[in-house]
């Protein structure tokens, strides 16, 4: 009778399998960072009649197309800080938002551009106020942030220092008119002659475009960008050019705010979101909704912002009856939304 000699697979060098419940279970792969994006395009008061089906569903398309961009950027690993900018960009192209080709005119009828952008880990943030002549405002701000010393340029310095950058487009201001902004200046300047009283009204303008993005490596960016008020006078400047009011990122937060801009200046509304959720340890949300809509309603202003912290949370509170906003969370589910609803 033949017999059959068996070894443990330890006499080869070999582990025997384990088997059963001893089987040794496998250890999970790291995880795939995850990535957000939340973008907005105003925020202000907008009747529902008053927006048209080919209106609505154009702006919604543009809203679309910005998501796309920015988070093309994220989904390939880019930076937050390109995807911002990718994402605004797209905005500013569009004639239906007030930044870029769509800006408002300012009293002598012209347009004047603002914009901001930060970098939160790096708390690096450049910002251009007032310039004429530049297709991409957010991209001259990032070009101020990167090739110069300084944090804000405004006006005739801001477009000397365009001129130094080659990669900067230049337009005449004209390429910037819009026959929708020339009737809503009309309106505004007949509606000033009427009255004392030329300020602008709570919740009567929007427009302003913003983005805040979450990249695989944790870090956040945020950017904003506007053609200020309809019918601003004397250089008035708002706060989406302002880092602390209109923008504010750090490695825990960023926030780009839309609304009546001096009141965020005088609450440094962008900053205050992001210091809640640092200092006292707030939610975003939490922190999002107190700020806009209670300190800033009792101040006398209004509007709304959007907001992202580290976790890819996303908030965007609102008091204008308003606000164009498009997100990306973090498990790929994305929305379009104007209204409250």
């Keep these: 009778m033949r017999t059959c000699l068996v070894l443990p697979a330890l006499v080869f060098g070999l582990a025997a399998p384990a088997t059963g419940a001893q089987q040794a279970p496998k250890s999970p792969g790291p995880a795939i960072p995850r990535t957000a994006l939340v973008i907005h395009g ?7 009649d008053a927006l048209s089906a080919e209106d609505e569903k154009a702006a919604r398309a543009d809203l679309d197309a910005a998501l796309d961009a920015g988070n093309a950027v994220l989904s390939s690993g880019g930076a937050a800080l390109d995807a911002v900018q990718a994402a605004v960009h797209v905005l500013e192209d569009s004639p239906r938002f007030n930044a870029g080709k769509g800006a408002v005119f300012n009293a002598e009828g012209g347009h004047e551009l603002d914009a901001s952008i930060m970098e939160g880990h790096t708390r690096r943030a450049g910002a251009v106020a007032g310039v004429t002549t530049v297709r991409s405002p ?21 477009e000397a220092f365009a001129d130094t950058r080659p990669e900067i487009e230049r337009v005449p201001n004209q390429w910037f008119d819009t026959d929708k902004r020339r009737r809503q200046l009309d309106a505004a300047q007949r509606k000033a002659q ?3 009283d030329v300020g602008d009204e709570p919740g009567r303008y929007f427009g302003t475009v913003g983005a805040v993005a979450l990249d695989r490596h944790g870090h956040i960016a945020a950017a904003t960008s506007t053609g200020g008020m309809t019918n601003k006078k004397w250089g008035r400047v708002g706060d989406a050019p302002i880092i602390g009011a209109g ?3 750090d490695d825990r937060c960023g926030v780009s705010g839309t609304g009546w801009g001096e009141f965020y200046i005088r609450n440094a509304v962008a900053h205050d979101i992001c210091a809640r959720v640092a200092y006292r340890e707030d939610s975003l949300a939490g922190a999002a909704q107190e700020v806009v809509n ?7 202003g209004d509007g709304g912002a959007i907001a992202l912290d580290r976790d890819g949370n996303i908030a965007m509170p609102f008091n204008s ?11 790929g589910s994305r929305g379009v939304a104007i209204f409250e609803d």
């Design 42 to 48: 105003g925020a202000g008061y907008v009747a529902r």
């Design 138 to 158: 957010i991209a001259l701000a990032r070009a101020v942030m990167e090739h110069s010393p300084h944090v804000m340029l405004a006006g005739a310095g801001a």
């Design 194 to 196: 009427a009255r004392t």
């Design 247 to 249: 923008t504010w990122a």
């Design 294 to 300: 209670t300190i800033v309603p009792a101040a006398g």
């Design 321 to 331: 009856g308003t606000m164009f906003r498009a997100w990306i969370r973090p498990d």
